[in-house]
């Protein structure tokens, strides 16, 4: 089962995520999209949170130089996204796929993170946090997933528990909730592998 992360914007903690369901079900990931940071990114990221010996990093389809949006760090790298051009990796393990930036957010002048599930025909686990103005967030984020009929098999909370929030998402989306991650004050292979087999049963359904 291939599964895109979607957050409900920039920097929600979809790379953390997709490193913890890797862990919990020894996933593959892949990030179809890295702007910037180059000498560490996502995947590099990622790798180095895992324990398992069954994940494997899948290699980008762009590697994009700048900390910006995927089309506007193409342009300045002199390339074009295009979906054509990008192919999901083969395999026989449940692949984790992390969006770069939110739903909206811009591949090409044309295509957004939403058009890219919607091409490849990808069901989403939906990634949310409390802060203020995050159930606006979140509600449109979902309301443009649902739009465009793509399957939303659930929202995963980060950070601390808000339960009149979640409640409220969780109501008005009709979505299932895949569990929630603690705010880890230390990241890494340790707390990951802690958090994974603490929500691995609520987030192993998403990938039936």
Known sequence: MNVAIIGIHTGIGKTLASAIICE?????????????????????????????????????AYALTQPMSAHAAAKLDSK?????????????????????????SPINDEQTNLDFVVHFKLPVILVSQHYLGSINHTLLTASALKSKGVVVKGILFNGADHPSTQEYILNYTGMKSLGRMNLLTEVS????????????????PAFA
């Open 189 to 204: 292979p340790k707390t990951v592998a802690a958090e994974a087999k603490r929500i691995a049963s609520a987030v192993s």
């Open 24 to 60: 919990a079900l020894q996933a593959d990931y892949w990030k179809p999209v890295q702007a910037g940071n180059l000498n560490h990114t996502d995947s590099d990221e990622v790798k180095s949170l895992l324990s398992n010996s069954k994940t494997v990093i899948h290699k980008e």
């Open 80 to 104: 074009i996204i295009s979906f054509n051009s990008i192919a999901i990796p083969e395999t026989k393990n449940h692949l984790v796929i992390e969006t770069a930036g939110g739903i909206m």
